[in-house]
């Protein structure tokens, strides 16, 4: 059957307590350890390139010079401040962040092996291995918010995306799929959207928990779910931040599974995958197989799909 992996970026251990959120507290969850590379608190892509390929920064290439766009400290200072700024001020540091990164690079992307090379494994999007253009949507999004996008267009695009990563989860439980892995930019963004709102980051919080909530509902017997972060978020109204700077990532990365264990570090999650991937995969069944489906080609060529 099936694992499906949600890797929940800043998703923050303290607050799912601070919220009281049962959704995100599945049948064993609690602290996942992480780490810090090029910088001095965990770095999105190097954390999730690590989750997914079990290797070190260095073994797995996605580090701080590698990660391009990730890596630029103008966008990285303006996401941890812009909630704070009058709306004249954002818009002057939304145009200086366009004038100093100029044309986009793309996000790097390992050469290592991962979780998602394993035989029935797909991954919809995930920092550094698969598909770096939501993330880069995401930047954009934070990017407008900086410049004034006003709180409900930034939500229908927040959770416009969130909704369509975690349809695609469920919709792979449909389908011989043996492990389906996808990267939700959410409560990052949100948190550090938010990280002075505390309404507004609870609103998030239990709006991704509805669509994990969806998740588990939509789980059939032996299908398993595995959720992830790669940090937390601090905030200015959790009291263990109090003196820190808020809408920084905090060292609170989260883990929690449908199993009766969870992965204890960033650094195990491929081996806990590995080790929940059931050897006797039973095809769905709406499965017709793998045989090629037979195509009507003279049709398709008529209507230009085929050269
Ligand atoms: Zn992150």
Known sequence: MTVIVLALDALDAGLVEHFDLDAFRLAS??????FAHTQELPYTPEVWATVATGLHPEEHGITGGGTSEWDN????GLSRISGRLDESTRGTLGKVVRSQTGERERIGRTDAASIFDAEGAVVHNWPGVADGQPLQRAWDLMNAVAEGLSRSEFERELFGQCAQQFAWARE???HPVSIAGVHVHALDAAGHAYADDEDALRHAYARVGEFVEETVDALEDGDDLLLLSDHGMRTDFYPPDAGKNPATHS??????ATTDTRPESVFDVRDWVDAHVSDTRVERENDEGGEAIDVPEDHLRELGYLE
């Open 29 to 34: 969850s609690g602290d996942l350890g992480t």
């Open 251 to 256: 060292w609170r990365a989260y883990a929690s």
């Open 172 to 174: 792979m439980l449909r």
């Open 73 to 76: 400290p103008v966008l990285e």
